[in-house]
């Protein structure tokens, strides 16, 4: 049986686009009057360190997350805030999974 460890994969271009869909219908959600409910079935764990062994192995997050330019894509500020609220600087070293952003 083979496993899978989303460690090894954090922040690469699939995570980029799951979580910034995440983040804009969150956005939007969150604006209703309404109460929801959020429940994902594909999550890892809350956050991921970028500078752990597993994410190492594969660099992955060199590909997604390392690669955009903060400045060059205004439009997805509110992905980008939340990316910014896990580290103490401009420099990545921790990617929030999905229970993160949706908290």
Do not use: C, W
């Not at 500078?51 to 192995?57: E, F, L, N, R, V």
């Not at 910014?84 to 990545?92: A, L, Q, R, V, W």
Request: net charge negative; aromatic share 14%; proline share 3%.
């Amino acid at each position: 049986m083979l496993s899978y460890r989303h460690s090894f994969h954090a922040g690469n271009f699939a995570d980029l686009l799951k979580h910034i869909v995440l983040v804009e219908i969150l956005q939007h959600l969150t604006q209703k009057d309404t109460a929801f409910e959020y429940i994902d079935t594909h999550s890892g764990v809350g956050l991921y360190d970028l500078q752990s062994s597993d994410s190492q192995k594969l660099h992955e997050y060199t590909e997604g997350i390392g690669k955009l330019n903060f400045e060059e894509f205004p439009e997805l500020s509110r992905y980008f805030d939340v990316i910014k609220s896990f580290n103490d600087s401009d420099t990545i070293k921790f990617y929030p999974g999905s229970p993160s952003i949706a908290q």
